[in-house]
Every structure is written in structure tokens, then in C-alpha cells.
């Protein structure tokens, strides 16, 4: 018995199997191909389905039974219809079979795919359509365009972060510079910190990045780079440009990407004339929080004028920003009618320091209210500059007064005499009685301090020494002649 070789070529063999399915009937053929394939359909020649369907567990049972006796066209989609009669029509002429994707139509669910060739099975024109299924095969390609959309849109995102972050280093007006932590060079630069450094942007990559400092300065470079690696984070500090002679501040932030580490350098340039000093975080944060105190805290020069103040300051004087307070003297606000304020600067001036300075807050509108006042001038070193904390006087219940019974007393004794001693003399002691309250209240508020007090009482410094000795209060304990 002489075997014949199978057919190397795919339409050959598809043309064998064919032939051999024509030998078979549809039944049994479609019995065999069940085997190889998901379903297999024997169609009759009028192209309705007959009641020999095979199909695996996945495809619905139902939906599977409700086929024979229908038009195969009639359970497909309408887009795949023109497929199936295309199909039906070249097996009917003997042509090899393709393969053609049809979609089966659910009532209550999605489309079913299936791959399907149709070819002639028996003597009596029947057809035999083998499929496979294509759900899977669909669902993975779901997942690779779903893959591939979201690739895209990553892509676009950083695409446009990118762009974004070009832009924000070519219009950024503060010097910016990029590190390796490895190797302490450029990475990269902006137009403005080009600018600031005084050489070309193309030069400055692969650059050492410490080099464009002074010497001295080099060693601070490293230890501001040393701090990074350990804490992640350091204090600000001011550097001189190399040959430039000119300080800028210098603060650095360290990042990872793509498994490096990269130090962001952000230098900005200091005023002509400023001293250097830069305000660490630790002090900041002290700045900061004496900017929320709900009391009020001014910082003045020494000529009274207004530094900075904080936004409590502004809401006691009435203002709308602190620009409206800056540069003006702080008796405009604070102190009675220029009097006490004096007095004040003057402590300050000699002592460093007042606690407990009772005087008065006006407002820009004509309110006022009672404050105490604690104020310090700042050491020798530093900037010349007073800072004052203010808050309103304490409402502590009413005290007995002695000067005030003092003075009641003496009045229900002048009213007594009425009468009895002339009206001249009974001013005169009265007046005497006010003046001596007065300037027994100018002492006190100056701290025994006369000259002060007679600046109060716009009084000469003789014309109050001659009412001291004269209402016997000249040998007053602590009183200071200054």
C-alpha cells in the first residue's frame, strides 16, 4: 500500500479536506470538526441552520437552541450578513474557504465573535461552517488598546510636563541650576542663571558647579552639599560669585530620578550694600510665627520709622496693608500726642529693653484703646532696629484709688466751706489739688523720670522742681534728673 505525502500548500490541503468532507456526511463531518473547532453549523441550502449544532460550554445554551430552523444571516449581526452570504456563495462554487470574522447578536448581552470557514460537507448541498471563537482573542485586544491609550496619554502628559517645565526655567526670573550628587556638575541651567554667573549657558554644563563661587566659599558649597546627603535639607546661605564680587543666597533642594540623586540650586542675587546675613529655617519659622500672633508686633529703625509690622498691628491701627505702614514714624499710632512716646524711645535707647509701658493705640480712623508695651532694641552687631509687642492693657477689676479718694476727700471738704471762705481761695486750693495729682501721674507714668515728666506736663524742668518742693513730693524715692 502506497502512501500519498500530504499536500504542502494551504490551499491544497484545505481543497483535500474538502473533498474528503464531501465523502462524509454533514452530520458526521461536522461531529469530526467539532473536535478541532469551538462550533460547527451544518447549513442547509437554502442557507437556514440545521438542527446539528456543536458548540462548546462557553457559547450560551440557550441562545444556541433557539438556532435551528433560523437563517444563519438571522442570527448575525447586519454588518456580518453580506460576510455570510459571500461565504455560502464560494463554497457553493468549490473555492478554497477563507476565514471570516462573524458577530452573533445577544439578546441581553454583547456580540459573540466568531472566526468562521465554510465549506460543501455531503452529497445532498449542505454546508459545514467551523468557527472559533474570538472573545478572548477580542477581550486581550481590549486590553492591548486600553494599554496602548494610556501609554499615549502618559506620553502626552509628560510630553506637555516637559514642555511645561522648559518653559517655567526659560521665563523664571530666578536662577535655577541642576547638580549630579555624584559628581557635583551642571546637569542644567536657565537663561537667568547664565545671566547671573556671567558665562554662556553652553559653558555651564558639565561645569563644576562650586567653581563658580570664591574660594572660601568652595568649602561652604561642600558643606551645604554634605547636609543634603545626610538630612535632606539646609539652611540658606549668602556666597560671593566668582569674580564678580558680588554675594548671592544660595538654597538647594536634593531629588531622585531615574535611580540618581540631583541637587536643585536656586540662587538669588543680593542687593548692593546688603550685609550677608540670611535668615536660617529655624529662624524663619520664628518670623513666621511672630507674624500670626493675634499681638500686635512692630519693628521699627531708630529713627521711629516703621520696618515691618504684622497684619495684628494693622487691624489695631485700622490699616489695609502693610505697605500703608511701612516707612512711617510709629507715633503716628501708637503713644499719647508724641509725649510718652518719647519717653518710651528714650528708655529703649538706654536700657535695651521696657516691659509693661502703659500708653495708647489710636486708630487711622479716631479710635483708641489702652496697651501695654514691651520693647527691645536689637544688639550692637545686628542691624540697628527696635522691636515692640503690643497688646491691650488688661481689664482688671477697679481698685481703690488713693489719689482719687485723696481728691474726693478734698472736695467734700471744699463744698463745706462754702460759705465761709471766699470763693478765690477755695480755686486756688482746688487748683493746687489737681496740679499736684497731675504731676504725681506724670511721674508716675515717666518712672520718676522729671525730665520726661515735665516734657509731659509741658513744664519747664525749674517751674517743676519748684512745684515738687512746694507740694513736698521733691525727695520722692528714685526720681531720676535727666
Not at 522648559?166 to 537663561?191: F, K, P, W, Y
Amino acid at each position: 500500500m502506497t502512501l500519498k505525502s500530504a499536500p504542502s500548500h494551504p490551499r491544497d490541503r484545505e481543497a483535500s479536506l474538502a473533498g474528503l468532507l464531501q465523502q462524509l456526511d454533514a452530520g458526521e463531518s461536522a461531529l469530526l470538526l467539532s473536535a478541532a473547532a469551538d462550533i460547527a453549523l451544518v447549513i442547509n441550502p437554502d442557507g437556514a441552520l440545521a438542527d446539528k449544532i456543536f458548540a462548546g460550554a462557553e457559547f450560551p445554551a440557550d441562545l444556541i437552541a433557539s438556532w435551528p430552523g433560523k437563517a444563519w444571516t438571522e442570527v448575525s449581526t447586519v454588518e456580518s450578513r453580506p460576510k455570510i452570504q459571500q461565504m455560502l456563495q464560494e463554497a457553493a462554487m468549490g473555492l478554497p474557504p477563507r476565514w471570516r470574522q462573524i458577530n452573533h447578536q445577544q439578546p441581553d448581552g454583547p456580540d459573540i465573535p466568531v472566526r468562521y470557514a465554510v465549506m460543501r460537507a455531503g452529497s445532498g448541498g449542505q454546508f459545514l461552517a467551523i468557527g472559533r471563537d474570538l472573545r478572548q482573542v477580542a477581550a486581550v485586544q481590549q486590553k492591548l488598546l486600553a494599554a496602548e491609550q494610556s501609554i499615549e496619554q502618559e506620553y502626552a502628559r509628560l510630553r506637555h510636563a516637559e514642555t511645561r517645565y522648559r518653559l517655567l526655567m526659560q521665563v523664571s526670573s530666578e536662577a535655577i541650576v541642576v547638580v549630579d550628587q555624584r559628581t557635583g556638575r551642571i546637569v542644567e541651567a536657565n537663561a537667568a542663571a547664565a545671566n547671573l554667573i556671567n558665562k554662556p549657558l553652553k559653558r555651564l554644563g558639565g561645569s563644576q558647579f562650586a567653581a563658580i563661587f570664591d574660594g572660601p566659599d568652595q568649602a561652604r558649597v561642600e558643606e551645604l552639599m554634605t547636609a543634603l546627603r545626610a538630612t535632606g535639607r539646609a539652611d540658606d546661605v549668602a556666597l560671593t560669585l566668582e569674580g564678580r564680587h558680588r554675594q548671592a543666597v544660595l538654597g538647594a533642594t536634593i531629588f531622585r530620578q531615574e535611580n540618581a540623586s540631583f541637587y536643585l540650586m536656586r540662587l538669588q542675587p543680593m542687593a548692593a550694600g546688603a550685609s550677608g546675613i540670611v535668615v536660617s529655617r529655624g529662624q524663619a519659622a520664628v518670623v513666621n510665627a511672630v507674624r500670626d500672633l493675634p499681638e500686635a508686633f512692630v519693628v521699627t529703625d531708630l529713627d521711629r520709622r516703621i520696618i515691618s509690622a504684622n497684619p495684628a498691628f494693622l487691624d489695631a491701627a485700622q490699616l489695609g496693608s502693610e505697605e500703608q505702614a511701612r516707612g512711617e514714624p510709629v507715633d503716628r499710632w501708637l503713644g499719647r500726642a508724641g509725649v510718652d512716646i518719647s519717653v518710651l524711645f528714650n528708655s529703649l535707647a538706654e536700657h535695651g529693653a521696657v516691659r509693661q509701658f502703659h500708653t495708647v493705640l489710636r486708630g487711622q480712623f479716631g479710635t483708641a484703646e489702652d496697651v501695654e508695651v514691651s520693647a527691645a532694641a536689637t544688639p550692637p552687631a545686628a542691624p540697628a532696629c527696635y522691636g515692640f509687642s503690643i497688646r491691650r492693657a488688661s481689664r482688671r477689676a477697679a481698685e481703690p484709688d488713693p489719689a482719687r479718694r485723696s481728691l474726693l476727700r478734698s472736695v467734700e471738704e471744699m463744698t463745706r466751706l462754702v460759705g465761709k471762705v471766699p470763693l478765690k481761695d477755695l480755686v486756688r486750693e482746688t487748683t493746687d489739688i489737681i496740679e499736684r495729682l497731675c504731676i504725681e501721674a506724670a511721674l508716675q507714668l515717666s518712672e520718676n523720670n522729671r525730665a520726661s515728666a515735665a516734657d509731659m506736663l509741658g513744664l519747664s524742668r525749674q517751674s517743676l522742681y519748684v512745684k515738687l518742693h512746694r507740694y513736698g513730693i521733691e525727695d520722692k524715692p528714685g526720681a531720676e534728673e535727666q
